[in-house]
Nanobody, 129 residues
Framework: VQLQAFGGGLVQAGGSLRLSCAAS??????????MGWFRQAPGKDRDFVAA????????YYADSVKGRFTISRDDAKKSVFLQMNSLKPEDTAVYYC?????????????????????WGQGTQVTVSS
């Protein structure tokens, strides 16, 4: 599966952005995959942001974004979304979407980069103070 993330941009602190990640390609159907969002700031590791399992019934968030970010999916559109509200300068990073072939996550594995099999190219989010 190929993933393409878009929707990043420059926003002032306190503002909102909605990231999208579109899947394409042959193979398993999109609703078999669990999906995740990660981010990487300059000079730092790629960190977990949010994830959603194959059914959409379970979601997981990093503590730093709980209550501000919401992950969702639309299987008909083969897409996963990240609604980001109350953005802070520390949210500035390149955001990546990823797909997990197993489809089922839990709180332990949702945040592990190695859990995910496919990665998109990333979209830049810059939050100005």
């Amino acid at each position: 599966v190929q993933l393409q993330a878009f929707g990043g941009g420059l926003v002032q602190a306190g503002g909102s952005l909605r990231l999208s990640c579109a899947a394409s390609g042959r193979g398993r159907t999109f609703n078999n995959y669990a999906m995740g969002w990660f981010r990487q700031a300059p000079g730092k590791d790629r960190d977990f942001v949010a994830a959603i399992n194959w059914s959409g019934g379970d979601t997981y968030y990093a503590d730093s974004v709980k209550g501000r970010f919401t992950i969702s999916r639309d299987d008909a559109k083969k897409s996963v979304f990240l609604q980001m509200n109350s953005l802070k300068p520390e949210d500035t990073a390149v955001y990546y979407c990823a797909a997990d072939s197993y489809g089922v996550l839990d709180e332990i594995v949702a945040g592990k980069r190695d859990e995910y099999d496919y990665w998109g190219q990333g979209t830049q989010v810059t939050v100005s103070s």
